[in-house]
């Protein structure tokens, strides 16, 4: 009876048989108070076990009142599992917003609970409940795994394992010691798991931007990218000319359109980070992207039909390949018009413009030509 009223199964815990008699023996593991994951497949080193976190603390319900929550946002669920495995490994690996997650329930509940009267932790909507469980944290990480496969579809089971764990992030609820039998690695994060580390902290800020590529370039632009690192302020670029002196620019994400490049030059281009409090990172490897040759009108007239011209509200660009550019520039050099062709033809609409001749550049497949256009209302 007193075994039943501590809620304590029957173990047996002496007599038992030696390595001798049954070297299965050794695999057992006696019975502890810990309440830790014991069985069944989470235990396995190659299954990402999820742990649960608190996802909110107020709702307002179906009577339109906000019921009692007395769980605080971020923090371990109390149903939550936690490890370690009875061969003492650390579970669970992550942790994922589980409790207090408010999601469709079925319409056999909520009608059921409405007609009962104790529709207390039901929206407003009368077709979403409060749930609490890792039958909701798991789900999230899961949608991660699958957004890194997506972006990696040849990653390992392994792979997505670490991805996951090692872009973990810590606060307040899971503290510095981690892994442990709580939290896992920490509260997953998608944003981090698919970018990677944050970075610019004290033991990574030096690491350079990696994948600098040039994506697109013309005869006066190049478009670079670059790896993001989340936490940095922002970006260095260096690119210098052949034989001529090397210049700067600046950017605030992992993204640039380095303008006004001289046409059919070579360009060493790297890049850099700044982080706050820390200073530069090391550069990036070197690039080099050569623009291309400036092409006149006249070699682009018989392929860049412009017409009318002079025209009065509207005029229509033929034969700039999807992906060019079309800009158009007043007498006082502004720009009052530029666009990104996605077909063969731009009607472009000149209401708005005041009588006189516009300047229009194209950069049509890596070349760049100017052509006039006399508005005339």
Known sequence: MLRQLQGFSNYVTSGLPTAAVLPEIVNYRGPDTDQSIVSSWQCLDNVITVGSYVNRDTMTNYYNVIPPILDIVGALYISSSHGPTRDNR??????????RVLSTASSILTNWLIEEGAANYMSQDGQHYLYNGTSFSSPAVAGIAALYLQKYPNATAAEVRDAITSQAKSDAFTGASLPNNL??????????????????GPDDYLDAPENLTADAFTATKIMLSWDLIPNAAGYQIYYKPTAAPA??????????????????TTYSIKVRAFCDGQGFSEWSETITVTTAPFKSAAEEHQLIQIFPNPAANTFTVEGVSEGGYITMVNALGEIVYSTIVTDGAIRINTTTLHNGIYQLILEDKGSISTQKIMIVH
């Not at 650390?90 to 409790?99: E, F, N």
């Not at 939290?183 to 610019?200: H, N």
Request: net charge positive.
């Open 183 to 200: 939290w896992g690695y920490g509260k997953a994060d998608a944003f981090r798991t698919l970018t990677g580390s944050w970075g610019c």
């Open 90 to 99: 650390i579970k669970p690996d992550i942790c994922a917003p589980g409790a």
């Open 247 to 264: 210049q700067k620019a600046k950017a605030l994400s992992n993204t640039k359109t380095l303008s006004g490049l001289t046409p059919n």
